[in-house]
Nanobody
Framework: EVQLQASGGGLVQAGGSLRLSCAAS????????IGWFRQAPGKEREGVSCISSSDGSTLYADSVKGRFTISSDNAKNTVYLQMNSLKSEDTAVYYC???????????????????????WGKGTQVTVSS
């Protein structure tokens, strides 16, 4: 059974940093994409960042480019989202999700239900105070 566990959220002041972790278990796939998504109160869920297992390529939403960095530690089956220069508009519940087999291209803006991702973890709350 595939499970994804997001953690690392919290309360931080604007301009601060947080690192989110997504621990994956039950994975037996060679090719997959792990994406971070977020949903703010009253807003639709949006794609934030993605990393492909096949070549390590990454994608970012325009709103987080230059501030967020996604990375993976395959030995630990964990994907990280380093968030720097946080803004109040980054406040949201952050979710990690996996798509197999898949690359990141097109995932963050996919019109498919649940962005076409196959597995979702529970979210972690990020609150940025201004």
């Amino acid at each position: 059974e595939v499970q994804l566990q997001a953690s690392g959220g919290g309360l931080v002041q604007a301009g601060g940093s947080l690192r989110l972790s997504c621990a994956a278990s039950g994975f037996t796939f060679d090719d997959y994409a792990i994406g971070w998504f977020r949903q703010a109160p009253g807003k639709e869920r949006e794609g934030v960042s993605c990393i492909s297992s096949s070549d390590g390529s990454t994608l970012y939403a325009d709103s987080v480019k230059g501030r967020f960095t996604i990375s993976s530690d395959n030995a630990k089956n964990t994907v990280y989202l380093q968030m720097n220069s946080l803004k109040s508009e980054d406040t949201a519940v952050y979710y990690c999700a996996a798509a197999v087999p898949q690359e990141c291209k097109g995932l963050l803006l996919s019109p498919l239900p649940r962005f076409g991702m196959d597995y979702w973890g529970k979210g972690t709350q990020v609150t940025v105070s201004s």
